[in-house]
């Protein structure tokens, strides 16, 4: 790696020499649509734009209070592109965790999600003299302090803005960002948790690192949708290492909506946790009886689970009793997650062994994230 290196690199790289790929789905007006790593780079340096207008410099760090979804990862990239530092906030944090994460990083933007987290930031703002700008990703509701004027979206405001900013600009503020230069601070979860400060050189290295670990997974031509939330540092990472490799990536933003994105999406890969991958199965099961089916189930599930517990040669038995559940069971479970899915990378607590073998006998290969960069 080069002094000279950044993580925003890997963005105009990819435009100018795969431009037409497409980088990213997202969530649009309940429908998804494709975004090409050209456009991906032409809104990050439109946000970068509006980011150098309103006065943001090198060094200063923004937060962001957000659930998964696609401008997360498109303001994680602004923010580097000019030099600035992202401070992920899980977005059910009280007004009193964000308080201490604010006032402890010394950020002096934060992105709001909602109208709920723009009122939590208002809470504790005035305790908050740096706090300069609140930009909120969701525009076209009313501004709850004054109670008649419409909040843009964080996207049209910085867009807007950064038209009087010629890209040459913009182009400086990112080549003059250096490997060992700050990118994000962290805080675990607790109360006053201590913060860890990553520069782009080491999420960098550890970004090759995770593609190094899932060659086969991370490729141009597989497609990923991220469940659960960003502030999560492997998940970020396994974000990062799709932006790398032009992995189609898609961010779940409702819960409520899982099963429909994940229809319509069909990710080869997801990043899950284990109380998600959990509740699928339990589903699946209560479906199972609810239709008369617990002993084909239970068949099923016990022929999945001792498949997948044999990493070598499976006896004929087990062989043939797993063809007959993988022509008549398999496909319907498979058939939740989209039906193109063959690995689920989790994060935070593993999910139990019985149940990673369970899905490893149905199709789904179930690893572990992790990251060396924080304790």
Not at 91 to 110: F, H, N, R, Y
Not at 230 to 248: G, M, Q, S
Not at 322 to 336: D, N, Q, S, T
Request: aromatic letters at 8%; glycine letters at 8%.
């Amino acid at each position: 790696m080069t002094e000279t290196e950044s993580l925003t690199d890997m963005v105009w790289a990819n435009a100018e020499r795969f431009g037409a790929t497409i980088g990213f789905r997202r969530r649009d007006a309940g429908s998804w649509a494709d975004v090409t790593t050209r456009e991906f780079a032409t809104q990050v340096l439109e946000l970068a734009k509006g980011m150098i207008a309103a006065g943001l410099r090198a060094g200063d760090r923004v937060a962001l209070f957000s659930a998964t979804r696609y401008e997360w990862t498109l303001f994680d990239f602004a923010c580097w592109s000019v030099g600035a530092q992202t401070v992920p906030i899980e977005p059910t944090a009280t007004a009193a965790e964000v308080e201490w994460i604010l006032s402890d990083a010394g950020a002096c933007a934060v992105v709001v999600e909602t109208a709920a987290h723009r009122e939590t930031v208002r809470r504790v703002v005035d305790r908050l003299p740096e706090i300069v700008w609140v930009w909120q990703l969701d525009g076209g509701v009313l501004d709850a302090a004054s109670g008649d004027e419409e909040v843009p979206s964080a996207v049209d405001e910085l867009t807007a803005l950064g038209t009087q900013i010629f890209d040459d600009r913009a182009h400086e503020r990112r080549l003059a960002v250096r490997s060992d230069d700050i990118a994000t601070v962290v805080y675990p979860a607790g109360d006053h948790p201590k913060r860890t400060e990553l520069t782009h050189g080491e999420l960098l290295a550890e970004v090759r690192a995770t593609i190094a670990t899932h060659p086969a997974l991370l490729r141009s031509g597989n497609s990923l949708l991220v469940l659960p939330q960003l502030a999560d540092l492997p998940t970020r990472l396994i974000t990062l290492a799709c932006v790398y490799t032009r992995t189609t990536l898609g961010h779940a933003h409702d819960s409520d909506d899982l099963f429909t994105d994940l229809g319509v999406f069909r990710p080869r890969v997801i990043v899950t946790d284990a109380e998600l991958l959990g509740r699928f199965h339990d589903a699946a099961r209560a479906k199972a009886y609810a239709d008369g089916n617990m002993f084909v189930f239970d068949t099923a599930e016990s022929v999945a689970v001792s498949y997948g517990a044999h990493g070598g040669s499976v006896p004929l038995a087990l062989r043939l009793g797993h063809a007959v559940a993988g022509r008549v069971v398999y496909p319907k479970l498979r058939a939740a997650f989209g039906g193109r899915c063959v690995a689920a990378l989790t994060s935070g607590v593993p999910l139990d062994g019985q149940r990673v073998n369970f899905y490893r006998g149905i199709g789904i290969d179930v690893r572990e994230l992790g990251t060396t960069l924080v304790e």
